[in-house]
């Protein structure tokens, strides 16, 4: 059974820093590409990272790019994302998911989701 469980999430303020993990059972880890995707109130779930299962290829939205870190460790089976200067319009609920096949992009290609960690950024 696959397991996803994501932490780090919490209430910063405006240019701050967060690290989210996202801890992975069930599977051979390094096997599988991972991703980062995010939804907020409202809105449809939206890309934000994703990472190859060597850790040597990485993606990201645009709009994170050069703010957002994603990076793996596959002998603690963990994903990462360190977020930083972060703004009040990063505020969502973040989930770690394992990609099956198709683009790293969209979460149709993603298989197995977590249940979310919040992100609160307070201007």
């Known amino acids: 059974q696959v397991q996803l469980v994501e932490s780090g999430g919490g209430l910063v303020q405006a240019g701050g820093s967060l690290r989210l993990s996202c801890a992975a059972s069930?599977?051979?880890?390094?096997?599988?590409?991972m991703g980062w995707f995010r939804q907020a109130p409202g809105k449809e779930r939206e890309f934000v990272a994703a990472i190859s299962g060597s850790g040597t290829s990485t993606y990201y939205s645009g709009s994170m790019k050069g703010r957002f870190t994603i990076s793996r460790d596959n002998a603690k089976n963990t994903v990462y994302l360190q977020m930083n200067s972060l703004k009040p319009e990063d505020t969502a609920v973040y989930y770690c998911?394992?990609?099956?096949?198709?683009?790293?992009?969209?979460?149709?290609?993603?298989?197995?989701w977590g249940q979310g960690t919040q992100v609160t950024v307070s201007s």
């Open positions: 069930g599977r051979t880890f390094s096997s599988y590409a």
């Open positions: 998911a394992i990609r099956g096949q198709g683009t790293y992009y969209s979460g149709s290609s993603y298989d197995y």
